[in-house]
């Protein structure tokens, strides 16, 4: 089946420091979603993006819907250690149904 | 409020076992959806339902059987348990199918052994 790939597989980073990861996709969607997961948990929604070149922010993460709508962005600014998890994306067609990345594994070094 | 709730957490069964995962919402949203996650791989769509007595197959359906009676539950059985369906199983629900999938349970981490 069709997925989404998140860039990079994972990071380490110092507290402070600022985190970039991206989602690309060969297919055009209409919706891009960010999540993130905590170990035993269910994702948690960030972000959601519904228009291509939107950028939308979230205290200290922002997001943004690529213009050619295969791509997708996030960053995250300042980084503290509660940020240590897994972010996912997701795209939505005019299917309604979701296709989700593999996850950018995120570890903040205190 | 209680959001979207699964149970159980844990279980472990023998090949060839059948059982139900329990998924259960309290926000009386029309659309969920069951979800399986595995390592290295993204989240990917089982079953889902549009409503009460509406039920559909996502892309991966095979060995999983569901049924929507209330709008509140939507269980997930398995009829024979294979080592494949060792996983983690995500139950998702949001208002309607044109909404964000917004919010999910804590999962099911099941193990065919």
């Known amino acids: 089946g069709q997925q989404l790939n998140q860039s990079p597989q994972s990071m380490f980073i110092q507290e402070g420091e600022d985190v970039s990861m991206n989602c690309t996709s060969s297919s055009i969607f209409n919706t891009w979603l960010w999540y993130k997961q905590d170990p035993g948990e269910g994702p948690v929604l960030l972000i959601a993006l519904y228009k291509a070149g939107e950028l939308t922010s979230n205290g200290r993460l922002t997001a943004q819907f690529g213009i050619t709508r295969k791509d997708s962005f996030l960053n995250i600014s300042a980084s503290i250690p509660s940020d240590v998890g897994i972010y996912f994306c997701a795209g939505g067609s005019g299917t309604y149904k979701y296709i989700f990345g593999t996850g950018t594994r995120l570890k903040v070094l205190a | 409020n209680a959001g979207v709730t699964q149970t159980p957490k844990f279980q472990v069964l023998k090949t060839g076992q059948s059982m139900t995962l329990q998924c259960a919402q309290d926000m009386n949203h029309e659309y969920m959806s069951w979800y399986r996650q595995d390592p290295g791989m993204g989240l990917r769509l089982i079953h889902y339902?549009?409503?009460?007595?509406?039920?559909d197959q996502g892309e991966v359906p095979n060995g999983y059987n569901v049924s929507r009676s209330t709008t509140e539950d939507f269980p997930l059985r398995l009829l024979s348990a294979a080592p494949s369906q060792t996983s983690v199983y995500f139950c998702a629900s949001r208002p309607g199918q044109m909404n964000t999938e917004a919010f999910f349970g804590q999962g099911t981490r099941l193990t065919v052994v």
């Open positions: 339902s549009v409503g009460a007595g509406i039920t």
